[in-house]
């Protein structure tokens, strides 16, 4: 399907980089998604051919056809990763190992091939390293990383695409947080589901975000910062939010957490769980179910709740609403055992801790 496990990006420096001054007021205040880098990566792929013409250029439009497949059929799957500037001047990334593979994994799912693991992870060093200007200096900020890939073929018609293109983009990310962690009310739809079994939940693919959009606005007007969804089967099971999985902290001090199956895989999900559980923290995966939820925070049972997945790595969970009602997590501020896990997630990601996991990819 494709060559051997290394592709050779060629490097074509972009002729026209924003200059120095240019970039530093960009980065001032750069928000979240909003201000790009200089460069990109592209790779294309052709059925009988495999992986062709990688290279790291200027980044611009990228000019498509109207019948290229991914605008009439979603053939789209990416990934989300930041890399860190740490204190001493390295530059890292968090296990992008793990997504290569999810990357594979999301292929297969969406019927495209496989981008080999190893060029994925080089992809990205050599993306960082041109545009290594563009990694924030301060201590809450980052270089948020977008690799995705969808059908390029120009054709109309229901089969899988044999033209793909991969490509990386990067962008300066200040904190998620602005003003500090602060926790967010989430609302379970009751009309809405994300994931079925048998389904794309699992994949990272693009289609799972647009169908969750409606939700998300429901979830607005009613005062909402993140919609939760339920199982699609019955209902009832809490399965994750949006774009980030979820945790409970019960009142014994154990986590517990839905299992994968129609969720996202995280990668932020599976530290936590390593961390906490390395920490002599109780680690349960199980399926919890709306009603149980509710009816344990009200007894004091589960105190707290928090969303978890790159962009945020950790986001304490308020107040619950819900079609006729709601109710608080705790007194409705950030819980200790929460901002605890966040603190020791975030000092490894970012080099202020012993990191004995091989988690920390170094970079520069
Ligand atoms: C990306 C994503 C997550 C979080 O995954 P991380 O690897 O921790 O960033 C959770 N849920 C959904 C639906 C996602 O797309």
């Not at 592709?7 to 960009?26: G, S």
């Not at 292929?107 to 190893?118: D, N, S, V």
């Not at 079994?197 to 693009?206: E, Y």
């Not at 007007?221 to 409970?248: K, P």
Request: hydrophobic letters at 40%; a negative charge.
């Amino acid at each position: 399907m494709s060559g051997g496990d290394k592709l050779d990006f060629e490097i074509r420096p972009n002729p026209q980089p924003v200059t120095a001054a240019e970039r530093a007021a960009l980065m001032v205040d750069p928000g979240f998604g909003r201000v790009f880098t200089d460069h990109m990566v592209t790779a294309r792929y052709a059925d009988g051919k495999g992986w062709y013409e990688a290279r790291v250029e200027a980044r611009a439009p990228i000019p498509m056809d109207p019948a290229s497949a991914v605008l009439h059929y979603a053939q789209e799957i990416f990934e989300g990763l930041k890399a860190y500037r740490n204190a001493d001047g390295t530059v890292t990334m968090f296990r992008p190992e793990a997504n290569a593979a999810r990357f594979t994994t999301s292929a297969t799912r969406l019927a495209m091939p496989h981008l080999p693991e190893g060029a994925f992870v080089d992809s990205l060093r050599r993306l960082i390293s041109v545009d290594r200007e563009w990694i924030p200096n301060d201590e809450e900020g980052s270089l948020y990383l977008r690799p995705f890939m969808f059908a390029s073929e120009v054709f109309l018609g229901v089969r899988p695409a044999m033209e793909y293109l991969y490509v990386v983009i990067a962008s300066p990310v200040g904190s998620y947080f602005k003003h500090g962690v602060k926790p967010v009310n989430v609302w379970v739809s009751p009309n809405y589901t994300r994931a079925a079994p048998g389904g794309t939940g699992a994949a990272k693919f693009g289609g799972n975000y647009a169908a969750s959009l409606l939700p998300q606005q429901e979830a607005a007007a009613n005062g909402c910062d993140q919609v939760v969804f339920l199982d699609a089967v019955e209902q009832r099971w809490i399965d994750e939010l949006g774009g980030m999985n979820i945790f409970f902290v019960y009142d014994d001090g154990t986590l517990v957490t839905p299992p994968l199956g129609t969720i996202l895989p995280g990668i932020t999900r599976e530290a936590i769980m390593r961390l906490a559980n390395d920490d002599g923290r109780a680690v349960i995966e199980r399926p919890v179910a709306f009603d149980e939820w509710h009816a344990d925070a009200d007894r004091g049972r589960i105190r707290e709740a928090f969303a978890c997945g790159t962009a945020a790595v950790i986001t304490p969970i308020g107040e619950v609403r819900f079609e006729g009602g709601s109710f608080k997590m705790g007194d409705g501020t950030s819980g200790d055992v929460t901002m605890g896990i966040r603190k020791r997630l975030v000092d490894i990601q970012r080099g202020r801790s012993a990191d004995p996991y091989g988690w920390v990819h170094k970079v520069l």
